[in-house]
Every structure is written in C-alpha cells, then in structure tokens.
C-alpha cells in the first residue's frame, strides 16, 4: 500500500515563502516520478511541477516557472516544492503524487492521469 503524506502549507503574504514536504511510505521516491499538483477553487487541478525517475529532468508550469522547485532527498524518500514569491493566486490546496515505476528513466509525467498515487492535499493561502 503506498501511501503519500503532505505537509508545509499554511497562509502567507504576497512575496513570501513555503516549503512543502512529502513523505512517501511502501513506494520510493527514486523509483518512480513525482510530481505536485494545484486545485484552487472552480478550477481543474494543475500539475505545477513535475520530476522524472531520474531525477534530473523537471517540468514547471510556466505560472510557477523562476519561483517554485522540485527537489527530493531519496535517503528520506521525501520530495520537496520550495514556494518562494508567492502570489494571491497561488492560492489552492496543492497535492503530492507519484507515477509508475515502469515510467520511462528520463520521462516527465504531467498528466493526472499519469499519476497513480496521491497525496490528501495541503492548503495554501496567499494573502495580498
């Protein structure tokens, strides 16, 4: 059973920063791509920043491009979004997720439906 537990947001000030966190337990970070998400109110959920199994090929949405990174620490099978600059419109629960262990070493998923692993989300709120 793999199980995926975020954690790190919260409510912050335009400009200011965050650090996600995700811990994943029964799959391993290394062996699988990885991947964060978006869901603000009305809106469909975003992928915002995604990593292959290689860990050295990541993808940003443009919105989020300069701002965020996707780091993982494979020895705590965690992976990481640094939020800095944040923005009103930042504002939605973000969720964690990992793909297949038989996705392609340098491929990037993007794709929800790419993901078959998912963290319960965390909130984060930016005020202006």
């Known amino acids: 059973q793999v199980q995926l537990v975020e954690s790190g947001g919260g409510s912050v000030q335009a400009g200011g920063s965050l650090r996600l966190s995700c811990v994943a337990s029964?799959?391993?970070?290394?062996?699988?791509?990885s991947g964060w998400f978006r869901q603000a109110p009305g809106k469909e959920r975003e992928c915002v920043a995604a990593?292959?199994?290689?860990?050295?090929?990541?993808y940003y949405a443009d919105s989020v491009k300069g701002r965020f990174t996707i780091s993982r620490d494979t020895a705590k099978n965690t992976v990481f979004l640094q939020m800095n600059s944040l923005k009103p419109e930042d504002t939605a629960v973000y969720y964690c997720?990992?793909?297949?262990?038989?996705?392609?070493?340098?491929?990037?998923?993007?794709?929800?439906?790419?993901?078959?692993?998912w963290g319960q989300g965390t909130q984060v709120i930016v005020s202006s």
């Open positions: 997720a990992a793909g297949s262990s038989s996705s392609a070493w340098f491929y990037v998923p993007r794709r929800r439906d790419e993901f078959g692993y």
């Open positions: 029964g799959r391993t970070f290394s062996s699988t791509p």
């Open positions: 990593m292959s199994r290689s860990g050295t090929n990541i």
